[in-house]
């Protein structure tokens, strides 16, 4: 045998480098979202013939054409439910969540999904309940609105009016064991004050369901509501909590521990698209581990990401999951290569290489996605993820032994979780304040073309370019807090229902119907408002209460009229009956006149005042 014959012998099977699991996870998202009616048994032969044959670029078109098929195959199972009757058994597949005087669920039922709505004593019954329970359920079959993206991504077929649900005992297994360790945690948490537990149950285990619009607000407001979607660092948080108990098991009691501690924490957390993420990640990292064959983060990312879609392919339409990968393909690039240039010790450069890098990874979605990247996002994460991790690292255990022991001991317990958490909600609050704007995709590009400007000048000890660069860094950033210092006067329509007037550095608020309390703050934050003179609640109803109390929260509000007249419920504390119909008031620079409207209503026109050049001599 020759050498040539003998090097083809021990040569080592070819596998995908790191670029090929890149191609390999893209070429499985692109299939997902092509979802194409192809031959199944076919591509994944094809799939089959690639990997025995070792030939890594075959296995990835070979990827992308199972994802496509799997995909058209869930699209094909998503028919719209027909109207109708409903009466059926229902396995709930996540929690109920509060929407104003509804309560709504994703229930399965017959192997589809529905989203479930009741209101009055039966939203009560089904606001008790949790992921993986079971009811019998009585209502209406309705439609889906049309191109509902979302629907598609959760499988859900059709919309259900409940008249009655009666809880039905069972469920899966692995739900119940869930459930009982959530509930747990929660009674742990009973001692915090309501907007602190409803923050640490968010960090916890991402049950925001209870959370203050404002508050929400404030954490989207800084970057911080990734806090709140569970995500890799909970799966750390709970794995390095179970760390001295792993390092005394044997290498395979050590992989089934933790993947079962996994599995448990994603069902616990009900399995959202960045779970899905992280969990896939921490389970393929462990079994390499235990395999002895150890895998680069990037390596791990790609192959979960691969996993996940060919499970589920319809989470590739998922801005969740989107925004989950790219903030770790983030990381695991970008801020690798920061750790090496940023200066400083390592306590301070390796937590700001970590936070760059995963705004680097998500911001163009977020532009994309959402319109801007608020400025303040990277100090504001800097400030608070170390607490968030230690009100979860702590508070969790915490909660848990409270909850067994009961009182005094569980407010002890829970104190220092306040505390932390507490911390966590005025970096929130006090960074939603600052007027400092977002970055757009202009000011993102040049964020990023002055970032690697600066690095190339450091690279080659050139230093005029290297602080050219950060000069247009600092430019970027500070351009859209300039932008909001002057905000233009008139009108500005916010979302339907709700306009906003300015004029000679008066702000006048109008509602003139019940809107999405979060689709409203973010427009008023997206405008730069600040306090508000006025703000006109054009009609009368308890929701129009409460929508108007949740923006006093997050707004300085100095005056509010609400519609007078016998019966109606009362406003919010701080409102005021509306003057009478034909009044005219100034109200700094805007002038307000009063219409006649119907019973019930405030009507009224805004108009600036006119400058004292042309006013009429009195």
Request: glycine share 10%.
């Amino acid at each position: 045998m020759t050498n040539t014959d003998d090097h083809r012998v021990h040569r080592r099977p070819r596998s995908l480098n790191e670029l090929g699991v890149v191609a390999l996870a893209a070429s499985t998202w692109v299939g997902s979202l092509l979802a194409r009616p192809l031959p199944l048994l076919a591509v994944i032969a094809l799939a089959a013939v690639a990997s025995l044959s070792r030939r890594p670029w075959l296995l990835v078109a070979a990827a992308g054409l199972v994802a496509s098929g799997l995909a058209s195959r869930s699209l094909s199972g998503l028919d719209p439910a027909r109207p109708g009757s409903f009466r059926r058994t229902v396995t709930l597949v996540d929690d109920p969540v509060p929407r104003g005087p509804l309560v709504t669920v994703t229930g399965r039922a017959g192997g589809r999904r529905f989203e479930l709505s009741a209101a009055g004593a039966v939203a009560g019954v089904l606001r008790d309940r949790l992921a993986g329970e079971r009811l019998e359920v009585t209502g209406r079959v309705g439609s889906l609105p049309r191109g509902a993206a979302w629907a598609r991504v959760r499988h859900i077929v059709g919309r259900v009016q409940v008249s009655s649900a009666t809880p039905r005992p069972g469920g899966p297994i692995p739900y119940r064991v869930a459930n009982r360790v959530r509930r747990l945690l929660a009674r742990g948490a009973q001692p915090l004050p309501p907007v602190e537990r409803s923050l640490f149950l968010g960090l916890a285990i991402g049950d925001d369901r209870d959370q203050p619009a404002a508050v929400a607000d404030d954490f989207r407001a800084t970057g911080l509501s990734h806090l709140l979607a569970v995500s890799g660092e909970n799966v750390a948080f709970v794995l390095a909590m179970a760390g001295p108990a792993l390092t005394r098991l044997t290498l395979r009691s050590r992989w089934t521990v933790t993947v079962s501690l996994v599995a448990l924490f994603a069902t616990m957390t009900r399995f959202e698209p960045s779970v899905l993420r992280a969990s896939a990640m921490a389970a393929i990292a462990a079994t390499a581990f235990a395999t002895g064959r150890p895998a680069s983060a990037l390596r791990v990312l790609c192959l979960a990401v691969t996993a996940v879609l060919l499970i589920d392919p319809l989470l590739s339409a998922s801005a969740g999951f989107a925004l989950s990968v790219a903030a770790s393909g983030g990381i695991v690039t970008a801020g690798r290569v920061l750790r090496r240039w940023l200066p400083g010790p390592a306590w301070v450069a390796e937590p700001l290489a970590v936070t760059l890098g995963a705004q680097a990874g998500a911001a163009p979605l977020i532009v994309a996605l959402f319109g801007g990247v608020p400025v303040v996002s990277v100090p504001a994460n800097l400030l608070a993820e170390p607490a968030a991790a230690a009100s979860a690292t702590y508070g969790i255990p915490a909660a848990l032994v409270g909850a067994l022991v009961g009182s005094p001991i569980d407010r002890w317990l829970a104190a220092p979780t306040g505390l932390l958490v507490g911390f966590v909600a005025t970096v929130g609050r006090v960074g939603a304040r600052l007027p400092l704007g977002e970055l757009t995709a202009r000011g993102l590009i040049g964020v990023a073309a002055g970032a690697a400007f600066a690095l190339v000048g450091r690279r080659s000890r050139v230093r005029p370019p290297q602080w050219l660069g950060l000069a247009v860094v600092a430019g970027a950033l500070a351009a859209p807090g300039l932008g909001l210092r002057a905000p233009a006067p008139g009108r500005a329509d916010l979302v339907a229902g709700a306009t906003l007037w300015r004029g000679g550095g008066t702000t006048v608020l109008v509602v003139d119907r019940t809107v999405a309390v979060d689709d409203l703050l973010a427009a008023l934050r997206a405008q730069g408002a600040g306090g508000l003179d006025l703000v006109v609640a054009g009609r009368a109803s308890p929701t129009m209460a409460a929508l108007l109390e949740d923006v006093a929260r997050r707004h300085r509000i100095i005056r509010a009229w609400w519609p007078a007249g016998d019966g109606l419920p009362p406003g919010p504390t701080w409102a005021a009956a509306a003057p009478p119909p034909g009044s005219s008031l100034q109200i700094g620079g805007l002038i307000v006149d009063l219409d006649r409207p119907a019973a019930g209503r405030v009507a009224l026109t805004v108009r600036a005042l006119a400058p004292a050049s042309a006013r009429a001599p009195p």
